[in-house]
C-alpha cells in the first residue's frame, strides 16, 4: 500500500508563498489521482486540489489562480504550490492517494499522510 511523507509547511506572511510536498512509496503511484485537503481548526477536512496520473488537475474555488498542484511520477512526489497566502489558509494541509471523483467533489480510497502545518499571519 502507498504510504505518504508530507513536507514543506511552515510560517509565512501573508502575501508570501510555500510549496508542499508528498512523497510517496510504492510503484504504483502513477496510476493514482493525488490529491490535496486541509483542515483548519474547529472546521471539517475539505478538498483543495487534485491531479489524475495523466496530468488533469482540479481546484477548490477559493484557492484558483493561487495554488497549482503537480506530480512528478519518476520521483513519485506531489507538489502543492501555494502563492498569495491569507490568513483563511491557515490550516493542516495533508495528501492523500487515490482519489475518485470530479471537480470539487473527489472521495479518498487511499492512504493519507499525516499532515503539515501552514499558518498565515496577517
Known amino acids: 500500500q502507498v504510504q505518504l511523507v508530507e513536507s514543506g509547511g511552515g510560517l509565512v506572511h501573508a502575501g508570501g508563498s510555500l510549496r508542499l510536498s508528498c512523497a510517496a512509496s510504492g510503484r504504483t503511484f502513477s496510476m493514482y489521482t493525488m490529491g490535496w485537503f486541509r483542515q483548519a481548526p474547529g472546521k471539517e477536512r475539505e478538498f483543495v486540489a487534485a491531479?489524475?496520473?495523466?496530468?488533469?488537475?482540479y481546484y477548490e474555488d477559493s484557492v484558483k489562480g493561487r495554488f497549482t498542484i503537480s506530480r512528478d511520477n519518476a520521483n513519485y512526489t506531489t507538489y502543492l504550490q501555494m502563492n498569495g497566502l491569507k490568513p483563511e489558509d491557515t490550516a493542516v494541509y495533508y495528501c492523500a492517494s487515490d482519489l475518485t471523483g470530479y471537480g470539487s467533489r473527489w472521495t479518498v480510497v487511499g492512504p493519507w499522510g499525516q499532515g503539515t502545518q501552514v499558518t498565515v499571519s496577517s
Open positions: 491531479i489524475t496520473w495523466n496530468g488533469n488537475s
